[in-house]
């Protein structure tokens, strides 16, 4: 990259006479900035392709996901357990957001 700012008759003063062209000094930022333009759009493309379409039920559900648990109504209020972290199901959710839009 120094020759390319250097003027020649420098360089050969200094006793350097053979040198990459002048062009490479342009060349390879441009070459280096086209290639981390294409890794970032290949790795956009990439997460693109891992995600999964939005009528997936793999958006809905997954590993965590757990069904509300059933108690015993038997029990009186205090010796209930607290209840536990679940998901509410989407039925009841539809149920309760769109329940005035089917009357």
Known sequence: ???AYVPDPWL??????????????????TYAMV???T???FYIGLNFM???PPTSLNSI????SKDIV????????DDRPIEPYSDIGLDKIN??????WKQ
């Open 12 to 29: 050969h003063y200094i006793g350097i006479f053979y040198y990459p062209s002048k062009n490479w000094a342009l060349v390879l930022p």
């Open 61 to 64: 559900y997954d590993e965590n």
């Open 39 to 41: 890794v970032f759009l």
């Open 1 to 3: 990259m120094v020759s």
């Open 70 to 77: 059933c108690f015993d109504p038997a029990l009186e209020e």
């Open 95 to 100: 149920m309760l957001m769109f329940k005035e």
């Open 35 to 37: 290639t981390v333009v």
């Open 50 to 52: 891992a995600t999964p």
